[in-house]
């Protein structure tokens, strides 16, 4: 029997932004309830002394939070960067109000979404905009570790770090800011999740396994 494909199989993500995106995923889930521990740390009475709980807890926190400043600035190089140019391409859809109107409608079941790139326009802003939450939770992240290590990074980090700090009106509020931050992950988290679940459902597309597998399929057109 003649094999006739009803499906186009196409390159979506590359190996490396599925890696930064899970490493991130990780990164960022460990640094929000480890930050919320920071934050409020539950004492429990020791059996002795030597108990550091909140030590490695706040260890794991900056491992995680170095972690994700490098691959905020490695992700931002790719996007602006990257041979593949699928995430740049979808910037034509945010300068076009038809595109804006499409993806709206098409959430509603009216119409199709043709996209230009890789996202509609509502899920590039969306990206764009926690994507300059995680650098401004880096930067502050930052500035707090400098304040309080002094030498090593710290210290390297001093100078822009006090400039931080002044900009913020102190180390009470850049530490507040740096916990507001924090609900932003959580919102856009579950949001997220539910999106790239029910946009495979609606679209009829791969949706979760795109960034695990790096594959998309498109429906052949006759
Ligand atoms: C998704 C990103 C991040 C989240 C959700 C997050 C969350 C938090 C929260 C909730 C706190 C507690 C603030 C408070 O005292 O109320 C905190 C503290 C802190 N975070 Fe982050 N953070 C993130 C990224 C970073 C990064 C990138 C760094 C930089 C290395 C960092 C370094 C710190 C430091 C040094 C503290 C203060 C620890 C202390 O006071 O002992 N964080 N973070």
Redesign the pocket.
Known sequence: MEHIATHIRELEFTPAIRIFHWTRAL??VI??I???Y???PFLVAPDSTDVLLQGWI?FA??I???V??AITLVRAYLFFFSHRNNERRSFRDVLNLRSWIAQVKSYFWMGNLDKAGAYGPLQFMTYAVISLI?LL??I???A??AN?YHLGVGGLLSDSAAWITWLFGGLAPL??I??Y??WA?IIFLLIHMYMAVWSGIRFRHNSVDTIVTGYDYHKVHK
């Open positions: 990164t960022i640094l929000v480890t930050g919320f920071i934050s409020w706040r926190h900056l995680c939070g170095f994700l400043t995680a939770a880096c502050t992240g930052l707090l570790y309080v530490r507040i740096h916990h931050l924090t992950f």
